[in-house]
């Protein structure tokens, strides 16, 4: 999923021209979670304003190598090349100058790929003034940024994660819905629970729950909270995973509250248009 392209309307450097290897949305209903639990978080992170209609993110390195993150405000430029990108399809990412809001140095997410002819992908050298450049989270922490990134691994590998538990959705004891005795690992798992049902009563910042296509009529949702975040499938069960517990994805049952409360979620959640 690399295009590597120059693109108008890169940062100033002795090569004015950017070398675009992939892209991605930054909108309420597909943003990277790395950024934040919700929307307006993920905005914030890099200094922008939650506009309803979003932002594209383009990833790719100046003519010295330098790493830099455009953000463009053409939303559906940036939506065709991810299509086509997946579809294993060359597409030319070429923002017009126009387009861009911002040049951020550094890249927030991991970018496996490298442009030719330039050097490796390094920061830019930073003038008075400029933002510390951006960088993915550290792989051998844990903290809210990678808890967020392995829900979404979690989402991404549902049937291998589903496969792990029984035909009920409970292992090593997990209460049916979250809302029984059992560990102390899963007070946590309730308090995400009772959460959850308090954004039934008073919805939360918009992107903090979204709802995307799984297939014979249901959805996955994937939700966050400070300390938490839930991966389900409205017609099966929930995994959740906490800050105290690192690297622990947690079970929990179909039960017989877990189904209204996927169902009040799903109605509420944002959804890729």
Known sequence: MAATEPAAGAPEADDDSLFVLTACLLT??????????????????????????????????????????????DVSLVAVAIASWDCGMAYDLSPDEGSVVAGLPGWPLAVATKAPGVPDPHDPEPEEGDPAPLAPPAEDAWGPAQRRLGADEVALRWDEWRAQVGPEGAADGTPADGSGGGPDPYDGVRRALDELRGYLEEPPPVGRVRSGFAGEGARTLRADGPGWSLVARTDDMAFVLLDDLPREVLPVARGPRLPALLEGLDALAVRPS
């Open 28 to 73: 309420p209903a597909r943003f990277p979670s790395v950024l934040g639990d919700d929307y307006p978080a993920a905005c914030a992170a890099l200094g922008l304003e939650p506009y309803e209609e979003g932002y594209g993110l383009v990833f790719g390195q100046d003519g010295l190598g330098a790493r830099w993150t455009v953000v463009i405000d």
